[in-house]
C-alpha cells in the first residue's frame, strides 16, 4: 500500500513563499503521476499542479501559473510544490496524490492515493 507524507504547511503572509514537501513510500508502480490539489473550507478538492517522470510533464491550475512550480527527486521518492506570491485564496489544505499512470489527469477521482493534507494558512 502506497503512502504519502505531507509536509512544509504554514501560517504565511500574503506575497510569502512557501515550499510543500510529499514523500512516497510503499511501492508505487513505476511510471506514475504525482500531483497536488487542495480543498478549502465548504469548496470542492481542486487540481493545483501535476508532474509526470519528467520536469518536462508538468500541468497546472491557471490560478496559481507563474507562481507554484512542481518538481520531483525520482531517487527519494519526494514532489515538491515551491509556492511563492502567495494570495489569501490559496488558503486551503493541501493534499498529494498519486496516479498509477502517466497519461495526464487533473480530476481527483483518476487518482489512486492521497496523502492527509497539510494546511496552508495566507494572512492579510
Known amino acids: 500500500q502506497v503512502q504519502l507524507v505531507e509536509s512544509g504547511g504554514g501560517l504565511v503572509q500574503a506575497g510569502g513563499s512557501l515550499r510543500l514537501s510529499c514523500a512516497a513510500s510503499g511501492g508505487a508502480s513505476s511510471p506514475y503521476a504525482m500531483a497536488w490539489f487542495r480543498q478549502a473550507p465548504g469548496k470542492d478538492r481542486e487540481f493545483v499542479a501535476r508532474?509526470?517522470?519528467?520536469?518536462?510533464?508538468?500541468v497546472y491550475a491557471d490560478s496559481v501559473k507563474g507562481r507554484f512550480t512542481i518538481s520531483r527527486d525520482n531517487a527519494k521518492n519526494t514532489v515538491y510544490l515551491q509556492m511563492s506570491s502567495l494570495k489569501v485564496e490559496d488558503t486551503a489544505v493541501y493534499y498529494c496524490?498519486?496516479?498509477?499512470?502517466?497519461?495526464?489527469?487533473?480530476?481527483?477521482?483518476?487518482?489512486?492515493?492521497w496523502g492527509q493534507g497539510t494546511q496552508v494558512t495566507v494572512s492579510s
Open positions: 496524490a498519486v496516479r498509477q499512470s502517466l497519461v495526464i489527469a487533473i480530476k481527483a477521482e483518476r487518482y489512486d492515493y
Open positions: 508532474i509526470g517522470s519528467s520536469i518536462g510533464s508538468t
